[in-house]
């Protein structure tokens, strides 16, 4: 009789537990399934409620807009002759990244969410596929941030060394090393066997939870890339701050006409002060231009952090503690850094005229 007992009592506690799940897995895990209010009956499935349909509603938005407003980047970059240099091959590189995040990663990150106890379904080719294109095109998204950033730095510190030509080979050598390099992130475990992604006994997938990967991935895919961006905007930021005045026309000059005659010094002085004049207007636009370009880069990057250092604080501390955060906040995490890639394109749009003026153009010719 005490048996029977028992052994009711540890149904009904793992029916209240759920099924067993990943310890840490990459994708969205508690999110819909964590909902407030949700009561799971013996025998069924729990229901969707209104807060698990919003928020899938939600996600379903955000992946479609960051899909949508990439590829519309992307193609305004390619049919637009002005924009076939640098740094527009730099962004195009990115949307590139972005476009893939929400085409094959987000999708099945939510179909991962959706599925009963949060099991992968898919079978273990698919598994890794979803997890290489995952470790793949964030790598690629974050280190395409990094590369944006160092052409600014560049240009503003390097103004007559960082010459177009020398800005076309650099970003020629910056975009193919940027994917390669996260390939070679993305594909280390399956390669070399560095852990495991899929657990079939327990329908788990998920990056590689080897201690010495996750420090080799993490560091590799984000903390490298954020010590270079948050140096180079330092640097951007003192080059800007302390640039020295420049010199006046006749304060420049004004010595070799001391001693010249008195008409010669008119035309001199009507001449020098047209040219201080334009000058003064052409330097005033450069400056807000570079001003405008700096704030982007830096907003560009203090999203950057914002989305994805939850995210990998907990992909790094989690294998080495072997602990993990309640499923609910991985989640939040997560899609907190898939979010990124919505809100680049809105950011070099928003400090980009022509960008705006391209889209409108793009939409009218096809009206």
């Known amino acids: 009789m005490e048996a029977a007992n028992l052994s009711v009592a540890t149904a009904s506690v793992a029916l209240a537990l759920g099924p067993k799940t990943c310890s840490s897995s990459p994708s969205p895990s508690g999110i819909l399934s964590s909902t407030p209010g949700n009561a799971v009956l013996p025998g069924r499935e729990p229901p969707f409620s ?81 997890i290489s294109f995952d470790v793949l095109c964030w790598t690629a998204s974050i280190r395409n941030v990094a590369a944006i950033a ?56 998920q990056v590689s939870q080897e201690p010495s990967y996750a420090v080799f991935s993490t560091c590799g895919t984000f903390y490298l890339p954020l010590g270079v961006v948050l140096f180079v905007y330092w640097k951007i930021y003192k080059a800007a701050k302390f640039r020295p005045p420049r010199e006046s026309c006749a304060a420049v000059a004004g010595h070799h006409v001391k001693e010249a005659p008195d008409e010669a010094k008119m035309v001199f002085t009507a001449h020098c002060r047209a040219t201080v004049a334009f000058q003064a207007s052409g330097d005033s636009w450069r400056e807000q231009k570079e001003k405008r370009a700096t704030m982007m880069v830096g907003i560009l990057i203090g999203v ?25 906040w991985k989640s939040i995490f997560l899609w907190l850094g898939y979010s990124n890639s919505f809100f680049n394109p809105l950011i070099y749009t928003a400090f980009n005229k022509n960008y705006n003026n391209a889209f409108k153009s793009l939409f009218i010719k096809q009206r």
């Open 50 to 130: 209104v807060f698990t349909v919003l928020v899938v509603t939600l996600l379903v938005l955000l992946i479609a807009a960051t899909f949508l407003w990439n590829l519309l980047v992307l193609v305004t970059i390619l049919r637009v002759r002005a924009f076939h240099r640098v740094p527009h091959n730099l962004v195009a590189s990115t949307a590139v990244s972005d476009v893939l995040v929400a085409a094959l990663v987000m999708p099945l990150s939510l179909v991962s969410e959706l599925s009963t106890g949060r099991r992968w379904l898919l079978g273990r080719s698919l598994c890794h596929v979803w």
């Open 150 to 205: 160092l052409d600014r730095y560049w240009t503003i510190t390097r103004h007559l060394q960082y010459t177009p030509r020398t800005r076309r080979r650099a970003s020629a050598l910056m975009i193919p090393l940027t994917w390669a390099l996260s390939a070679l992130i993305a594909l280390t475990p399956l390669l070399f066997g560095w852990g495991e992604v899929y657990d079939a006994r327990l329908q788990c997938c």
């Open 304 to 328: 950057f952090v914002l989305c994805w250092i939850p995210f990998f604080l907990t992909e790094f501390i989690s294998p080495l503690c072997a602990c993990s955060l309640p499923s609910i």
